[in-house]
């Protein structure tokens, strides 16, 4: 098995860390480009909280969103559906969840678009955990075997499907998956006996593997290829009244996104590390070295017609989509392109 999947045996066990918290932020008023944006209070609601969105939480302890004169009020929706609605209601100003999203609420009739102004991961951030481990694993091994999988839908059950019809495996005929569970608490029923294989997102799949009840044996990210996994959205009515803070923010992100290309997992988890307190430091440095070796995160946020193509096509691949939105209707570059230079 790859050295992706194999962890430093001193590693402290984790306590219950088997699902997401959420976490509020506020920065102070700064200049940002000689334009002072009078620390203005956004709120941004994130569909889970989880070590895979390292960049953002990079440019939040970093100072970056603070300096951007940004006050950034955090909040996790816990489901990209419960995110789209805080958004479309005005109760969030920026959502962070799979553009899907974007794409069914425009599908929907939405009359004011929720549009992706930036990408964040280019490779989906969950893992297949099995009860034994397996240094020869195949997805054929998967056939006639029942998994707790992701809400239909939505773009962890959907990438997974995809890896699954890649390797010649049928959804719906040759294995069982079980749909019915909550988010977040997929690992709690795994550990408690439900289900031969699990998919599950960090930390969750390596709580599994410290408390012996679960072994990764394969990544969906690596097996997937790249796809448009998460992305930062707003109301096209929110993103044409404060360009200036759409700016900010996306400048922020940016340096998030930097970072973590250029520093060390050690140095990136000692960064987001009070944005994970129930995560020890070494198993926090392990999980943010897997995604960095998987190639997880973009160099820049900038949501290219190509990703959102083939996110299409996987949505159309998965039998949700019913029209294809432009890639002009959804998608904005204005401010990824500024924030990385081009």
Known sequence: MSKLFHFKKN???????????????????????GKAVSGKKVVLNEVAHSIFYAPMYVAIEEGYFKDAGIDLEVVTGFGADKTMTAVLSGEADIGFMGPETTVYAQNEG?????VNFAQLTQ???????????????????????????????GMPEMV???VLKKNNIDPATDVMI???????????????????????????????????????????????????????????SYINENKEILQS??????????YVNSHSSKEIAKSIEPQFPDTDKDTLTAIVDRYKEQDTWKTDVIFSEEAYTLLLDILEDSGTLTERPPYETLINTEFAKKASGE
């Open 178 to 236: 079980d749909q019915s569970i909550d988010f977040g608490s997929t690992a709690a029923a795994f550990s408690g006996g439900q289900g031969d294989y699990t998919v599950e997102f960090e930390p969750s799949a390596t709580a599994l593997e410290l408390e012996n009840a679960g072994h990764v044996v394969a990544s969906v990210g690596v097996d997937s290829g790249y796809v448009p996994y998460t992305a930062f959205s707003a109301k096209e």
């Open 123 to 153: 490779r989906a951030g969950n893992f297949l955990v099995a009860r034994e481990a397996a240094d020869d694993f195949k997805w054929s091994d998967l056939k006639g075997k029942q998994i707790l999988g992701g809400r239909a839908g």
């Open 249 to 258: 923010f996306t400048d922020a992100l940016q340096k998030g996104m930097e």
């Open 160 to 162: 997974f499907e995809f």
């Open 11 to 33: 590693i402290l066990p984790l306590c219950s860390v088997l699902c997401v918290s959420a976490f509020l932020f506020a920065g102070c008023a700064q200049q940002d480009g």
């Open 110 to 114: 939405a009359k004011d678009a929720v």
